[in-house]
């Protein structure tokens, strides 16, 4: 079956420091990957979605500069929150789709980042 | 914009009882949405639970039951019968066709007691 997997699991960085999480999609062909964010009390939000061979598109409010998302392959993603503020702190989620599961997520257990 | 909105937690169910979560949808900018009920066990990721994409047609899986209804633009999920392992966070989303943009819910915590 389609499995993704998120390392960290967790993580504690010291503010203004930079953290990169994976994402590593197993027994499918991650063509696109979403991450997401979960901040405390508040529901899943969309940071940016990445096609293979495609510009990764950001929603509003979080930047490239921020989150660099790199997507090299079929089977792996990573993103980096740079200089990591409290309010980064949360769940970071990934999901992954391949092609013949037309729009469903396969989502990873997330990376749970802490900031002092 | 596109929102969701479900029964706000903790739902405390006994076990052997029926249930019902909630979820009502708003989708403002997708003319044919399709909508998810994901769950999340305690250290785990998302799952998908079931989906359905085409309006009247009801999704089902581990005895769970919903069904999309575009009249009250509500995909309410059901069971019969729970079980202390259906403790969880259910999600409800939305996403458009072949899109993989979903805007969730705040998630309900379900806890089933013994």
């Known amino acids: 079956g389609a499995l993704v997997y998120q390392y960290p699991r967790r993580t504690i960085c010291k503010s203004g420091t930079s953290m990169r999480m994976e994402c590593q999609a197993v027994g499918f062909q991650a063509t696109s990957v979403a991450w997401y964010r979960q901040s405390p009390q508040k529901t899943f939000e969309l940071i940016a979605l990445?096609?293979?061979?495609?510009?990764?598109?950001?929603e509003q409010n979080f930047t490239q500069e921020k989150f660099p998302i790199s997507h090299p392959n079929l089977s792996f993603s990573s993103m980096t929150v740079l200089n990591a503020y409290l309010e980064d702190r949360g769940l970071y989620l990934c999901?992954?789709?391949?092609?013949?599961?037309?729009?469903?997520?396969?989502f990873g257990a997330g990376t749970r980042l802490s900031v002092l | 914009g596109d929102s969701v909105t479900q029964t706000e937690g903790p739902v405390t169910v006994s076990e052997s009882e029926s249930l019902i979560i909630n979820c009502t949808y708003s989708a403002t900018s997708i003319a044919y949405p399709n909508l998810f009920w994901y769950v999340r066990y305690p250290g785990e990721g998302l799952q998908l639970l079931l989906k359905?994409?085409?309006?009247?047609q009801k999704g089902s899986s581990r005895g769970f039951e919903a069904t999309y209804n575009k009249e009250t633009t509500s995909f309410h999920l059901q069971k019969a019968s729970v079980q202390e392992s259906d403790s969880a966070v259910y999600y409800c989303a939305l996403a458009n066709t072949g899109n993989y943009k979903y805007v969730f819910g705040a998630g309900t915590r379900l806890k089933v007691i013994a």
């Open positions: 359905v994409i085409t309006a009247g």
């Open positions: 999901g992954a789709r391949d092609l013949g599961s037309q729009n469903t997520l396969y």
């Open positions: 990445s096609t293979v061979n495609s510009a990764i598109k950001y």
